[in-house]
């Protein structure tokens, strides 16, 4: 993947921030005895999002990633926290100010076939949001819709075609178009290119940057894939069983990685350098559930650096520079010894 594309890092101002963002699910009861078990999938986040930015979301699975997306958009009501986009509080917004907002606030699902209904054509799919809202006469609707099928690349033989008579990439196309068409000033992007080919993927992701630019977006984009986060990312969140345990600015945070978990997560992303050696760091165990998580710090249970402190005290975010920040006790010691020792693909 071209990893040399120039982008901009946004305006600066603030148009989304999430404030000790909280989503507990609780878990259905198996029999009438059991205690109710309450699912910690996102704990007291907080990060924000500048205009014409992309922050990258990154984790393992099941860390909340998801979740934190779907607060985002309303999809999902927070248990506890704040969502504030452009300054207004959209989690108590009424259904007809959320109508307006959806304009606003898209979004570009993980799955582009199941993200598509079977029964309408692609270019009806894209088309149909502008009627919702009822933007423009029929004649405009049909030049706005001209255009953004041009801009995502989507072949004019397609647009009649049904989801299931179009490839991975064209149906991801499709999904693009469709989040572009109400020319919103934030895409919430969930993992867009893990259902498709390796061979599509760099030209979806190329095309989200282009997009990007073209339109002024601002992406929230969310990916297991570090390659793709450094690659999309001005700025990066590294999310671990419902918490943000990192931020920091895409290249400082894979130059000097400072929480273990960050760490762990680069040194495992594959070289494409026989030649090259370097030192993984292979995390012991399981990732805990997040009905039980363990006390203190989280990941202390797989830390290769914790101490007796990190099971009785929960880390505070700590700045490192202006940019960067870590919630570790001990994150400064262990970037020391790291420094030299990384593995940066």
């Known amino acids: 993947m071209n990893t040399s594309r ?10 989304l921030v999430a404030e000790g963002l909280v989503r507990h699910f609780r878990q ?11 699912v ?13 930015e992309t922050l990258g979301l990154v984790g393992e699975s099941g860390c909340g990633k998801s979740t934190a997306g779907r607060l985002v958009l309303g999809i999902d009501r ?15 917004l009424p259904p007809e100010e959320w109508r307006a907002m959806r304009r606003e606030l898209q979004m570009v699902f993980q799955d582009p076939a199941g993200a598509l209904d079977p029964r309408k054509s692609a270019i009806d799919q894209i088309r149909e949001p502008l009627a919702i809202h009822a933007i423009g006469s029929r004649e405009e609707r049909e030049r706005i819709v001209g255009e953004i099928c041009e801009a995502v690349g989507l072949p004019e033989a397609t647009k ?11 149906q991801q196309r499709v999904v693009i178009a469709r989040a572009l068409i109400l020319k ?6 969930d993992e867009p290119i893990s259902a498709l080919d390796v061979s599509i993927q760099a030209q979806v992701v190329n095309l989200l940057a282009d997009l990007r630019q073209k339109y002024g977006l601002a992406y929230l984009f969310i990916s297991h894939d570090l390659k793709v986060i ?16 990192e931020t920091g600015g895409r290249e400082e945070l894979f130059k000097t990685p400072l929480h273990p978990y960050t760490q762990a997560l680069i040194s495992a992303v594959p070289i494409p350098d026989p030649m090259r050696h370097c030192d993984r760091t292979i995390l012991k165990g399981d990732p805990p559930s997040p009905i039980d998580p363990p006390s ?24 490192a520079s202006s940019t960067h920040s870590v919630a570790c006790h001990f994150a400064q010691i262990d970037a020391e010894k790291k420094e030299n020792a990384s593995c940066t693909p």
């Open 184 to 189: 919103p000033k934030l895409i919430v992007c």
């Open 296 to 319: 203190g710090c989280r990941f202390h249970t797989r830390c290769p650096i914790a101490r007796p402190e990190c099971a009785e005290k929960k880390p505070e975010h700590r700045p």
């Open 230 to 245: 450094r690659h999309i990312s001005d700025r990066i969140a590294v999310m671990y069983l419902g918490e943000i345990v």
């Open 6 to 15: 120039n982008i901009s890092a946004g305006t600066g101002e603030k148009l």
């Open 160 to 170: 009649t075609r049904f989801p299931h008579e179009l490839s991975g990439g064209q």
């Open 78 to 92: 927070p248990t506890a926290g704040t969502v504030r986009f452009e300054g207004i509080d959209v989690v108590d």
């Open 40 to 52: 910690r999938a996102v704990d007291n986040i907080n990060f924000h999002l500048n205009t014409g």
């Open 28 to 38: 259905r009861r198996r029999h009438l005895f059991e205690a109710t078990r309450v």
